[in-house]
């Protein structure tokens, strides 16, 4: 009986708001709908049935539940593409630096001719083995079956392109 009413919210209504807040702006961090999504969208949907009395107090509930949440939206959506947090390995960056792998090494280019043996059938991707040396290939499109001979005839950015012999 304490706390059953504060500014004409229920207990049970201010739990579901601030539980729903919570988790939607927890899946602003984590991609596509999950469940932390979907029970917040449930709670905050809760939150309005629960406060509402008439359709101007349910008006107000969602406005209280929307102005947060869009505020909180821009702040880690900018923070995303300008702040920190573009900056955190979280934030999946638009290309792959070919510096960044060990393909735009140099020593990546040496081993241009160099034989070795499928590990998986090559349709046109696959792994092989150059003496000890794992590596994602491809072929120039023709199926190459497991087992068999190739030589790696170049290197193009972070594709290791091999034909069979």
Do not use: H, N
């Not at 979907?38 to 107000?60: E, F, K, M, P």
């Not at 960044?100 to 991707?125: A, F, I, K, N």
């Not at 000890?132 to 193009?156: M, N, Q, T, W, Y």
């Amino acid at each position: 009986m304490v706390m059953e009413y504060l500014l004409g919210w229920q207990l049970p209504a201010i739990v579901c708001l601030i539980v729903g807040i919570l988790l939607m702006t927890y899946e602003m961090f984590t991609p596509g709908m999950g469940v932390p999504g979907a029970l917040g969208a449930l709670s905050l949907l809760a939150a309005v049935v629960l406060r509402a009395d008439s359709l101007q107090t349910a008006l107000i509930t969602l406005l209280l539940i929307l102005v947060p949440l869009i505020i909180a939206a821009v702040i880690v959506f900018r923070s995303m593409s300008r702040g920190a947090l573009s900056r955190s390995p979280i934030v999946l960056k638009e290309r792959i630096e070919a510096e960044s792998t060990s393909l735009g090494d140099v020593e990546m280019q040496e081993l241009v001719g160099r034989e070795g043996v499928t590990l998986s059938s090559l349709r046109p991707s696959g792994r092989a083995d150059f003496d000890g040396l794992r590596l994602d290939v491809s072929s120039s499109g023709e199926f190459i079956p497991k087992g068999a001979r190739v030589r790696i005839e170049r290197v193009e950015g972070l594709r290791v392109l091999v034909r069979a012999l």
